[in-house]
């Protein structure tokens, strides 16, 4: 057994997307800021509506999945398949935009507070033109482990918990997404295995902890180094921390705004299914 320590340190930048909304990007901020087989997340959160009310209108993707996270608030996804997906305090939305998706996360409240993540799961070649793909998961549908100090709630993978396996509310991704939000009391430790050779961040959103005896940064990707298990013990005024790892794809990635592929031809030839509207087809 080997314990991860911190690698590296990427703190969030301030920036808008969308229509005008405020976020806090950290992975994905720049090209060479990636974590194969992430390439993007994003924290959203603000009392003040005017940071969000302008929402995401309709737009494209293509080659990789999106996973938005609500901690709390309310927005709406709807997409050119049909689908419409109410996400609120504590749901999650998994898309899988494939060969093409186009589709719009518009906030459905005028004031109070919205909070949330976004990530970008990248696809390997084999799988960016896959029909594209939606799912949504109620709180009520994502496992919440308890544990001494505190709870986990298991977006995606598979832990163990003082020994024990869990499942999260999504599994089979060539990549083996692990996506957990760890709520962690006062003084509350948490031990969990992350397989060897897997990249992996823990991103504290709330409160203070450390790995080790490392402090992590707020707002930040705390990268983590090699080894097959983490130990986080909270500070004392407990902590939330994400925690997001996979399989490294390890193919060349060429992002263009919303399209993420393996080439630049490939990507030329998106902007050209898109202007004929053959993206979704
Ligand atoms: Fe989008």
Known sequence: ??????????????????????IKRSIGQQPSVRLDPFLMLDEFG??????????????????????TYMIEGHMLHEDHLGNRGNLRNGGVQWMTAGRGIIHSEMPQQEEGVMRGFQLWLNLPAADKMTKAGYQDFQPEQIPE???????????????VVDGKPHEGAVSERSTRPLYADIHLDAGGQLSLPVPAGHNGMLYLYE???????VALKKSAANILGDGDRITITAGSSGARILLIAGKPIGEPVVQYGPFVMNTKEEIEQTLRDYRDGRLTA
């Not at 990427?10 to 808008?16: G, N, R, V």
């Open 1 to 22: 057994m080997t314990l991860r320590s911190l690698k590296q340190i990427i703190p969030a930048l301030e920036t808008s997307d969308g229509a005008g909304v405020r």
């Open 46 to 67: 603000s009392v003040d509506a005017a940071d969000y009310i302008a929402g995401f209108p309709s737009h494209p993707h293509r080659g990789f999945e999106t996973v």
């Open 145 to 159: 482990i308890g544990f001494e100090g505190g709870t986990l709630k298991l977006i995606a993978g598979s832990v």
């Open 207 to 213: 409160g203070g902890a450390s790995l080790g005896d």
